[in-house]
Every structure is written in structure tokens, then in C-alpha cells.
């Protein structure tokens, strides 16, 4: 399947495939037991201390026209592997990973475009496994192994990339249309007020839905909104 690489320390895996994608193949997983600069949303910093899960994926694909999706099917596949130990995590759009409201791991999306064209997605996770100590990350966060769950970062990395790559395939040819049901049984926001916030630009409103193609349909005072990005708050 994918090939694997193990790092003990890197200061993001992120940016060591954004350094090193053109001797990489497609696929390529990029793991590290800690992250000296981990990056996360919006330029966020993403604190990367021994016990969480860190990886990326290098993905080549010969079709981009739904790569924002991919980020929605890895949070999917986080969930579902994580449903395998017996809990019912949920999905905060456009792809974070909640348990009782709380963070479960956040994933970073960033393209690498040459001449104006994206040769290459960097897929990025972090996902709070074996920490005790969750202190440190600005919002309630929650690890499997808080929430008693069992397993290796290697076993559950396997579970996650092994749900990720079944779909991968056909939500690059198709788009979200392919998840959506799933990805919509575990959001639990529709019909709640929410508050979208996009830097400075804040947007309230009624959740409504989540079209096929994966934004946020928002009802506003104003009218209805299709949201594209942004961070979803309560
Ligand atoms: C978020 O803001 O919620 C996304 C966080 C993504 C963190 C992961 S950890 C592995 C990869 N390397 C990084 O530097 N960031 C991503």
C-alpha cells in the first residue's frame, strides 16, 4: 500500500514533504513520534508532544477538482476507525474530529502548486492518542487513550489510512457526494445556531445543511450562504 516513513522527531511532517515531494512517490506516509514546528489551521500553532499520532500523506493525484474534499474524507475515516473501539466521535465541519464537544485531532490540508498548477497535496493529522495532558491546546481537547480506548499509534494509523484509501479513489473522481451520507449521520449541528468565523469575518446563522459538494449551507438573516471555509463555533 502506502510507503512509510518513521521519524522520531521532524519539525513538521508537513513541511518535510512540502521539501522533499518531488523524489516522493504518490502516497507516501510521513510519520513522526514528535514535531518541533507543528503547523496546524490558519497558521496555527500545532504543539506535537510524544503521544500524539503525527503524520502526512504526499497524494499525486491526476484529477484535483475535488481536493478539498479529501480533507473531509480523512476526518470520516478518524471517526470510523475510532467507532471500531466503541466510541462515537463526531465530525465538526469541514474537518475536525469532536468526542463530547471536544477536539480528537485536526487535520491541515496544503497544495503545492507549480507554474499555477497543483502537482501535490499534503495531507496533514494530528491525533490525540496517548496524551494525558491536553492543557496546552487553547480549546477542549480529548485523547483515545483518555477516553479508554486500547490501541498503538501503529494500529490505529493502519485503520485510519486503510478507511482513507478504500474511498480516496472515488472521492477524487466523484467528490463529497460519495461520503456525504456517512460524513452527515455524524454531524450533529444541522438545525443549531453556529457561528462561522473566517479571520476577522464572523458569520451567524442556522446550520442547514451540507451540500454536495461538501460547504456548509448556512441560513443567515440575510438569506442562505454556502460557506467554503472557516471555523465552525458554537
Ligand atoms: C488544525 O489546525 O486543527 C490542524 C492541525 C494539523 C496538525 C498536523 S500534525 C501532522 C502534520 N504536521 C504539521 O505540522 N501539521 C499537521
Redesign the pocket.
Known sequence: MSNILYFETLD????YLKEHFSQLDDKTVVVADQ?TA????FD?K?V?QLGGL???ILLKPNKTDFLANLTQLMALSICQAAEKYGIEPTLKWPN?VQVNGKKLC???SEAVAKNGHITCLVL???INVAQKDLSHVGQPAISLCELGVKTSKQDFLQEVLALFFQRYRAVLEEGFSIIRPAYKERFPYAGKQITIKNGAHVLCGVAHDLSPRGTLLLQTDSGKQEILIGDLLV
Open positions: 513538521s511532517t508537513q513541511t514535531q507543528g503547523r496546524g489551521r496555527r500545532w506535537s503525527y503524520f502526512s475536525d485536526g487535520i491541515l496533514g493529522v494530528g
